[in-house]
């Protein structure tokens, strides 16, 4: 029903930026809210970021505040990730997902159970 593509990692020195691509296509129009993860090689993939579409203030992880800006284009179904100030730390696999049907009581952006949809990742490696 969705597709998601990430697009944009790469290899970047600390204190470097980086900008993050998600591109969905399919059902779009019935997504809530949109998020990015990451996953550390042997570490639980974490939460990162995430916006609504339907109004609200975007939800950050507390790692990234005051660095990461998550943004999205609905015209264009994209949602972006601003990394600035990057450090070794963040270096992950990093996906983009959507939420098209609300899981929990309450809206939790924050909590991987809320997401439906998932991309295959993009590789962001940050060097000290």
């Known amino acids: 029903q969705v597709q998601l593509v990430e697009s944009g990692g790469g290899l970047v020195q600390a204190g470097g930026s980086l900008r993050l691509s998600c591109a969905a296509s399919g059902r779009t129009f019935s997504s809530y809210a949109m998020g990015w993860f990451r996953q550390a090689p042997g570490k639980e993939r974490e939460f990162v970021a995430s916006i609504s579409y339907s109004g609200g203030s975007p939800y950050y992880a507390e790692s990234v505040k005051g660095r990461f800006t998550i943004s999205g284009d609905n015209a264009q179904n994209t949602v972006y990730l601003q990394m600035n100030s990057l450090k070794p730390e963040d270096t992950a696999v990093y996906y983009c997902?959507?939420?098209?049907?609300?899981?929990?009581?309450?809206?939790?952006?924050?909590?991987?159970?809320?997401?439906?949809?998932w991309g295959q990742g993009t590789q962001v490696t940050v060097s000290s």
């Open positions: 997902a959507s939420i098209h049907t609300l899981h929990n009581l309450h809206f939790a952006p924050w909590d991987i159970s809320e997401y439906d949809y």
